[in-house]
């Protein structure tokens, strides 16, 4: 008899899935099987929260030479 | 780029009219004349061919017509001419539409006796408005449309039929001027070039117009017929009928015309409305032709650089320009006739997030390029316009599906029956036969537990 288990297919590329996976290594309530490369299960109300916690981690990684001429600035 | 696209739409329009009111629209060798410049050149082609030939043509002679390798623009524009109702084709051979034929022939060669083309006025105005003015008017009217969109405060409002316009058309939303805002569709529109604009805003209005019950067919005869005067000539309005009386009053509104007060006998088209079914290359007369390409240089010269650094240095002073460079730009300091920029990750995000594409940024830059930077080839530093295009990527890195995944199948027969199933039915996102896993939608999911309970009960 198969089991069915409810959760949100989440299709990305290796990066981010190593992203997704160290944001859920904090709580461990988020990802509920790692499929593959790119697929991952997350559990359905947490996909805001992944969105939201990438989105800030993505930001923080990217260079941002606007603030960094202010900086000069000063 | 953007005309293209509203030049189909305009056609995709009237090939979605019935042929009753097409022949209708024929009758006026203006509209003729409009709808044969809005064709395709290999259209216009083998319209001429035809025009002045009474007898059929057989559909094998226009292959002569046309360059081995060319047949798909072949076979697309006697698609559109038949789409359009004007070629007729029976037993391999092709006609003209007669009312067509007889409409642009009269276009072209004189003896309009419908005043299709608009009657000068006989009389001297004692207000007479020159070329400038009529430019002035209508930059105006039409800045204002899009200051008003883009919330500058400039103190005026447009009128009440402009608003509905606005908000008909979901450009806007909100019911009182106060309170209404510019919507995602709104931010593409402030992204075209004016021509493209006008066109939006004119179908959409056509649109409104059969709501009201206005004759789609007066509508349409009078756009085309303004697209066809001379600029700085006044025109009567005895030739008009009732329907585009009411129609210039809103079109005045737009900017499209100028009138001293509402009940003056004349009207004067303005820019707007000369070149609406026209190319810069295929405007009416040459001297039109020489004051739009002199008009052109003046007033549409670029004044956006744009550096590899992603730092924007725009040369305006108009509100409206820097407000729709703020729309993508994260602007730093404004000074008399300049302001500076940079394009970033957050600027760009908020722009697509507004449902602007990279695509048309980088077409807003294109088109608005300083000519200091047209000197370069690519035109764009590519390391910015790839940039742009990266983070719009950026933006669709995760792709989540809602659903069920199943797993723990006792055999690979189970597996393959269950999997094989939830594949015909084309519900399947994913699937690991080695592991006998696989993911249905959430939307797929009932039909799967239906098969399997079934499935277990005659297995049991």
């Known amino acids: 008899m198969p089991r069915a288990v409810k959760g949100v297919l989440v299709e990305c590329d290796p990066s981010i899935k190593a992203l997704i996976l160290s944001i859920d290594s904090k709580s461990h309530n988020i990802v509920l099987a790692d499929l593959d490369d790119e697929h991952l299960l997350i559990d359905v109300p947490m996909l805001e929260h992944v969105k939201r916690q990438l989105d800030s981690q993505l930001a923080e990684n990217t260079f941002k030479p606007a603030e960094l001429d202010d900086i000069q600035r000063k | ?460």
């Not at chain 2, 729709?324 to 957050?346: D, P």
């Not at chain 2, 537990?449 to 079934?454: E, K, L, Q, S």
Request: contains cysteine.
């Open chain 2, 1 to 460: 780029m953007s005309v293209p696209k509203f030049r189909t739409s305009i056609n995709d329009f009237l090939e979605g009219l019935p042929e009753t009111v097409l022949i209708r629209l024929f009758y006026s060798p203006a509209t003729c004349l409009a709808i044969f410049r809005l064709l395709p050149a290999m259209a216009q082609l083998f319209i001429m061919a035809m025009l002045f030939n009474d007898k059929p043509v057989a559909a094998t002679d226009l292959n002569l017509w046309v360059q081995e390798g060319s047949t798909s623009k072949q076979y697309d524009a006697l698609e559109k001419l038949r789409g359009m109702h004007l070629v007729k084709q029976s037993q391999g051979m092709l006609t003209l539409q007669k009312t067509f034929r007889a409409g642009l022939r009269n276009a072209l060669s004189g003896g309009d006796h419908n005043n299709s083309f608009g009657i000068p006025c006989d009389t001297e105005d004692k207000h007479k408005v020159d070329i400038e003015f009529l430019d002035e008017h209508a930059n105006n009217q039409w800045e204002l449309i899009l200051h008003f969109m883009v919330g500058t405060d400039t103190g005026k409002i447009p009128n009440n039929g402009v608003l509905s316009l606005l908000r008909h058309s979901g450009l806007m939303e909100g019911s009182t001027p106060a309170n209404m805002r510019i919507t995602n569709a709104g931010f593409q529109f402030l992204l075209q070039d004016v021509n493209a604009q006008i066109w939006t805003l004119l179908l959409q209005y056509l649109n409104m117009s059969e709501d009201l019950h206005m004759d789609a067919v007066e509508v349409l005869h009078f756009l085309f017929m303004l697209g066809s005067l001379e600029l700085g000539q006044d025109y009567s309005l005895a030739a008009l009928s009732p329907t585009q009386k009411i129609m210039l009053d809103d079109l005045r509104d737009y900017g499209i015309v100028y009138q001293r007060k509402s009940s003056s006998r004349r009207f004067y088209p303005t820019r707007l409305a000369t070149t609406l079914t026209s190319d810069t290359g295929a405007l009416l007369t040459a001297s039109a032709s020489m004051d739009s390409a002199i008009a052109q240089k003046e007033r549409d010269t670029g004044f956006v650089i744009l550096e590899t650094n992603f730092k924007v240095y725009a040369y305006t002073d108009s509100p409206l320009q820097i407000a729709v460079l703020n729309l993508f730009v994260h602007l730093r300091s404004r000074f008399a006739n300049m302001v500076t920029g940079q394009i970033s990750r957050e600027s760009v995000r908020k722009a697509l997030s507004n449902g602007i594409t990279a695509d048309q940024i980088v077409t807003y830059l294109t088109v608005h390029a300083h000519p200091q930077m047209r000197k370069s080839t690519p035109l764009l530093p590519p390391t910015v316009v790839d940039q742009i295009r990266l983070w719009q990527l950026e933006m669709e890195r995760m792709k989540a599906v809602e659903g069920y995944l199943y797993s723990d199948f006792s055999s690979k027969s189970e597996y393959d029956t269950i999997a094989g199933y939830a594949r015909d039915l084309g519900v399947m996102t994913w699937e690991k036969p080695n592991k006998r896993m696989f993911f249905v939608s959430k939307e797929g999911n009932q039909q799967i537990v239906d098969f399997v309970r079934r499935k277990v009960h005659s297995g049991a």
